[in-house]
């Protein structure tokens, strides 16, 4: 023992000290992550729900509504038949008319302020062609309230109620960040009882429901019912991470939140001008599958497959053409083509964006200036080819088209050429070619008329493989071959 050193009677020293030091740590961090790990599961919403609560507001609407009244008529009709001697009579006494009447019809919702001024976000189906629109707050207060605006693609509204006070609101929060199997609450007034709250956790992400383009639903197991719509969806901070607008109607506790990040620049619009401008480019697109991004020399399927660029709109202008992969927009990339809907309509209309596409297995960066989306319109349907008469060593038939099938296909005259047949068992027929298919390319080399494709085949050496880019009824995919002979 050193000069000066005082040891404490029954004090472990040496390795002892080492060792019981260790454990104390040991022991330490492992309650520490007991703890945290718990933290996970919230003991309580109560502070959550006093927080929020204030600012969800149940929505009462009065719509009027036209109906054939058959029961009515239904006590007039003559069992003569059209030979009716009391016609007359009955036309005196109920009047010429169709049994129209008019009712009231009562609808409830949900919906939550965003603001101190008024303004609350709910669903467009919550009030659309209300002509009364009634707001109940926690506190027992009732506002008449008036549309700010709606947006029925994605739908959502905005409304607001005026008065001399300033109202409690909540926080939007950031849907992107939500993980799957975090916690949430939702609130709302599930068959019109007001403030009720449910929690449960996401269930999932991006869920596309078939109700539109703008399709990006969260997942949630909360309980949610009819009167939850239009009610905020919660994360653990208080913040509107999602609007609650849909339940499964063939199942329990499956329900359907619109993402706060989708609803954030749609709101924005609404405010500011009381409809929606999304931003357009107008392309054919379809889904990027693993075999297409081979083809061109992509390691991931991530990025949309553009079918055709529109003659004369953005993309066209920008040098866009169909054949292109779009991986990113802004520098951020594109997952699907969902995303890509969602990127472009939510750009501002006369924007230019940085578009990046893969072309024969090259980058390039296109600058593209967005225009306005017009929903309204639609695009031509392929009508069925013409038949054919050659027949190859593939056992495919093929013809060049002509002006008429370029139109009615949208594309080039020199796009490719169209399979006119396929014979039975052949190996073009097991590898799945079908009558009315358009080759564009084969190993990447374009057909634009018979001899390019003898040319290709001659070149071949037997049972190298064949790779046929196609398009079949406006969608592209890649479909492979042995050359057998």
């Known amino acids: 023992m050193l000069a000066g050193e005082k040891r404490i009677a029954g004090s472990p020293s040496g390795p002892l000290a080492v060792f019981f030091l260790a454990g104390f740590f040991a022991l330490f961090f492992s309650v520490f992550a ?44 003559s069992p003569f038949g059209e030979n009716d001697p009391f016609e007359e009579f009955f036309r005196r006494f109920q009047g010429d008319n169709n049994h129209q009447r008019e009712f009231r019809r009562q609808s409830l919702g949900s919906g939550f302020l965003i603001s101190e001024d008024g303004y609350i976000v709910t669903n467009n189906h919550v009030i659309e062609g209300a002509d009364k629109i009634r707001v109940r707050l926690k506190d027992g207060e009732e506002y008449d309230a008036r549309i700010v605006g709606r947006d029925p693609k994605t739908d959502l509204a905005l409304i607001r109620i005026e008065a001399d006070r300033k109202f409690p609101y909540i926080s939007m929060g950031d849907s992107g960040a939500l993980r799957v ?94 409809s929606v401008t999304r931003g357009w ?31 004369g709109d953005p993309a066209h202008r920008a040098g866009i053409r169909g054949g292109d992969i779009i991986t990113h927009i802004n520098g951020q990339q594109v997952e699907d083509t969902k995303d890509l809907i969602l990127k472009v309509a939510a750009a501002r209309v006369g924007e230019t964006i940085e578009v990046t596409v893969v072309r024969s297995g090259k980058e390039k960066k296109l600058g593209v200036t967005v225009a306005r989306r017009d929903d309204a319109g639609e695009l031509k349907k392929e009508s069925a080819p013409e038949p054919a008469v050659t027949e190859d060593a593939l056992g495919l ?41 358009l080759i564009m390319e084969i190993n990447h080399k374009k057909m634009d008329s018979l001899k390019s494709y003898e040319a290709v085949l001659k070149r071949l050496k037997k049972k190298e493989r064949l790779q046929f880019l196609i398009q079949r009824r406006g969608q592209f995919l890649v479909i492979s071959m042995d050359r057998e002979g």
């Open 34 to 77: 007991m703890h945290s790990h718990a933290l996970l599961r919230p003991d309580s919403f109560t502070i959550l729900a006093e927080k929020a609560g204030g600012a969800v507001v149940n929505i009462r609407t009065e719509k009027t509504a036209q109906s054939q009244d058959r029961v009515f008529r239904h006590f007039f009709e």
């Open 181 to 274: 199997g975090e916690w949430v609450m939702a609130i709302g007034s599930p068959f019109g009882l007001e403030q009720t709250v449910t929690a449960g956790i996401v269930s999932a992400k991006g869920r596309v429901l078939g109700s539109g383009p703008y399709d990006d639903f969260i997942q949630t197991d909360a309980s949610i019912n009819p009167g939850n719509s239009g009610g905020p969806l919660l994360n653990l901070d208080g913040e509107v991470v999602g609007i609650n607008t849909a339940i499964a109607a063939s199942g329990q506790g499956i329900g359907f939140a619109i993402p706060v990040n989708l609803a954030k620049g749609i709101i924005a619009q609404l405010k500011a001008s009381g």
């Open 281 to 311: 480019m107008g392309v054919e697109i379809q889904p990027l599958d693993p075999t297409m991004a081979s083809y061109h020399g992509m390691k991931e399927a991530k990025g949309v497959f553009v079918v055709r660029a529109i003659e």
């Open 397 to 437: 038939s093929l013809r060049v088209l002509d002006e008429n099938m370029a139109e009615r296909m949208g594309v080039d005259r020199d796009a490719g050429l169209l399979v006119a047949g396929v014979a039975e068992g052949s190996a073009a027929d097991r590898a799945g070619l079908r009558r009315g298919d």
